[in-house]
């Protein structure tokens, strides 16, 4: 897909809506003949972070639920700013396998990456590996406003390792129960809130031939965020504390070994389906309609957008607690910035890797990010308010409805236990051991975080 350069900041959208989610984009960024009157000036105040012209800026991005679209049309659009600057826009699916060796003595990482999927660098094991990014935040924005100064609150907080920022995350992700809310209402039904309605929901969803869940190899550790979610309503922010300080014995604490238990109940009532592969037990939930719910963060309303039935209304709600009077409210949920972008330090043009995104970063680009992917970016006010949508407007709903009851957490990513998290629920979820194995799992990876003096640890109040 060729994007014009007439398609500037004003038509970035159009740009942004062809790319498909999951589906590799060409490699290589637009180009044609410009159009001055569309482009924004290249002022030398546009130039914060020294780019040179002419020159070629890499960039590597995870192609997943968003696809790579939303990297290209803002590669385009840094084309149209600076004449002879070039952008080649590389997709994969496993971010680690294509960039890894690249950070070895003699070879040279790409200029952005995009640190996303299950096979994610482990970036705290790497930090040094990556130039600040304080100056992007510090810089002004393509409409001219300070970009710290349009950013939600706390979300430069998951790309701070060893009190340096290397990392902007992109997408604000509210994770819940995600479900068709025209399913629901033809049934009757509303999302539990407490764990054993749930059960009975999953009672009546057996009645039907149908599950209560759905899990897909690849995604099983979104199974640990419905956990965590829900462990951390339930007995505070002491639950949060434990897990993100890898405290000992953090997995056995009383709120976590309850809401186990009742996973382990659901697995053994054959609530839970193995759906195969993850991209097909999506589509088992949202087009063939075999299970009601699906853990998940936002991007899945994007993900499955071009494969669900015509009827499915993408609606999310918070996870329920083990009882009706959780140390949270109810409403409580849990929203974090994903698509995690780093600026490798012995890239070739490091100054490439940021005045992109800062591109990226700009009011517009935002918004139609959101208006494409349907869930909000860290920027704020820039979700788009034309855009009719069950799944942003839940979204929406659910961030209004918690209020300052919003939490996150970031020791998985952050330590990069991806897939070893994955490993150690897949076995659970296939019913090979139970909720109290699955826990000694994860103590166990836990501690070898902890334990081991060459990682740089990080605390949380």
């Given at each position: 897909?060729?994007?014009?350069?007439?398609?500037?900041?004003?038509?970035?959208?159009?740009?942004?809506?062809?790319?498909v989610a999951c589906q590799p984009d060409p490699p290589e960024a637009p180009s044609g003949p410009s159009s001055p009157a569309a482009s924004p000036?290249?002022?030398?105040?546009?130039?914060?972070?020294?780019?040179?012209?002419?020159?070629?800026?890499?960039?590597?991005?995870?192609?997943?639920?968003?696809?790579?679209?939303?990297?290209?049309?803002?590669?385009?659009?840094?084309?149209?700013l600076y004449d002879g600057v070039t952008v080649l826009v590389t997709p994969t699916t496993d971010i680690s396998g294509t960039v890894a060796d690249l950070f070895a003595d003699g070879a040279t990482p790409p200029d952005l990456i995009d640190n996303s999927g299950v096979?994610?660098?482990?970036?705290?094991?790497?930090?040094?590996?990556?130039?600040?990014?304080?100056?992007?935040?510090?810089?002004?924005?393509?409409?001219?406003i300070?970009?710290?100064?349009?950013?939600?609150?706390?979300?430069?907080?998951?790309?701070?390792?060893?009190?340096?920022?290397?990392?902007?995350?992109?997408?604000?992700?509210?994770?819940?129960?995600?479900?068709?809310?025209?399913?629901?209402?033809?049934?009757?039904?509303?999302?539990?809130?407490?764990?054993?309605?749930?059960?009975?929901?999953?009672?009546?969803?057996?009645?039907?031939?149908?599950?209560?869940?759905?899990?897909?190899?690849?995604?099983?550790?979104?199974?640990?965020?419905?956990?965590?979610?829900?462990?951390?309503?339930?007995?505070?922010?002491?639950?949060?504390?434990?897990?993100?300080?890898?405290?000992?014995?953090?997995?056995?604490?009383?709120?976590?070994?309850?809401?186990l238990d009742q996973l382990e109940l659901c697995v053994a009532e054959g609530f839970l389906l193995d759906g195969g592969p993850y991209l097909e037990a999506q589509e088992r939930w949202s087009r063939d309609g075999e299970a009601l719910l699906y853990p998940s963060g936002a991007w899945i309303a994007h993900e499955m957008a071009g494969t669900a039935?015509?009827?499915?209304?993408?609606?999310?709600?918070?996870?329920?607690?083990?009882?009706?009077?959780?140390?949270l409210p109810a409403t409580a949920i849990h929203s974090a910035p994903t698509e995690q972008f780093l600026v490798p330090e012995r890239a070739n043009n490091p100054a490439?890797?940021?005045?992109?995104?800062?591109?990226?970063l700009s009011q517009q680009a935002a918004a139609d990010f959101s208006r494409t992917n349907l869930i909000p970016t860290v920027v704020r006010g820039s979700v788009p308010a034309d855009v009719e949508s069950t799944a942003l407007a839940s979204q929406t709903r659910l961030l209004a409805d918690a209020g300052e009851d919003v939490f996150t957490w970031r020791f998985d990513s952050h330590y990069g236990l991806g897939q070893e998290t994955n490993n150690a629920?897949?076995?659970?979820?296939?019913?090979?051991?139970g909720a109290a194995v699955l826990a000694e799992r994860l103590q166990s990876?836990?501690?070898?975080?902890?334990?081991?003096?060459?990682?740089?640890?990080?605390?949380v109040d």
């Open positions: 897909m060729k994007i014009s350069r007439r398609h500037v900041l004003a038509t970035l959208a159009a740009s942004s809506v062809a790319a000036s290249a002022s030398p105040s546009a130039l914060p972070f020294g780019l040179e012209t002419p020159s070629r800026v890499e960039a590597v991005v995870f192609d997943g639920g968003f696809g790579t679209g939303y990297v290209r049309a803002a590669a385009g659009l840094l084309s149209d096979g994610k660098l482990s970036v705290a094991s790497m930090a040094d590996d990556f130039a600040s990014l304080d100056d992007v935040v510090e810089s002004e924005n393509l409409e001219g300070p970009i710290a100064e349009t950013l939600y609150h706390g979300v430069l907080d998951a790309g701070t390792f060893n009190g340096r920022l290397i990392a902007i995350n992109y997408a604000l992700s509210v994770y819940g129960l995600w479900h068709s809310a025209t399913a629901f209402a033809a049934a009757g039904w509303a999302v539990p809130a407490t764990w054993d309605t749930l059960l009975e929901l999953g009672e009546e969803a057996r009645r039907e031939g149908r599950y209560l869940f759905v899990w897909g190899e690849g995604a099983e550790s979104y199974y640990q965020e419905l956990a965590i979610t829900s462990a951390i309503k339930e007995g505070g922010h002491d639950v949060r504390r434990a897990l993100d300080n890898l405290e000992e014995g953090c997995w056995f604490h009383p709120a976590v070994s309850g809401v039935s015509a009827d499915f209304a993408f609606t999310v709600a918070p996870v329920p607690t083990l009882t009706a009077a959780p140390t490439g890797g940021k005045e992109l995104l800062r591109i990226m629920w897949r076995g659970f979820l296939r019913a090979e051991y990876l836990t501690d070898a975080v902890r334990n081991d003096p060459d990682i740089e640890r990080y605390t």
